[in-house]
Nanobody
């Protein structure tokens, strides 16, 4: 059974940091480009960051460039999203995505508020 399980979300003050993790099981993550999406209340789901299989290439939405870093550890079958200088507008449910059949995790809530 294929699963993507996100963790690391929570409540953080503006300017703070969080590190999200996405652990894959049931498929070999190293064979897939992986992505992080987010969906804020009342808004469409948007692509935040992406990374190729060997980490050679990455993509970032303009809104997070310079603040977020996507990485992967293929040996651990895990993808990460390091989020720094968080802003209230980063508040959303963050989803991990990837794999041959476009798998999705259940999401992890990130709330940025004072």
């Amino acid at each position: 059974q294929v699963q993507l399980v996100e963790s690391g979300g929570g409540l953080v003050q503006p300017g703070g940091s969080l590190r999200l993790s996405c652990a894959a099981s049931g498929f070999t993550l190293s064979s897939s480009a992986m992505n992080w999406y987010r969906q804020a209340p009342g808004k469409e789901r948007e692509l935040v960051a992406g990374i190729t299989t060997t980490s050679r290439n990455t993509y970032y939405a303009d809104s997070v460039k310079g603040r977020f870093t996507i990485s992967r550890d293929n040996a651990k079958n895990t993808v990460y999203l390091q989020m720094n200088s968080l802003k209230p507008e980063d508040t959303a449910v963050y989803y991990c995505n990837g794999g041959r059949y476009n798998y999705w995790g259940q999401g992890t809530q990130v709330t940025v508020s004072s």
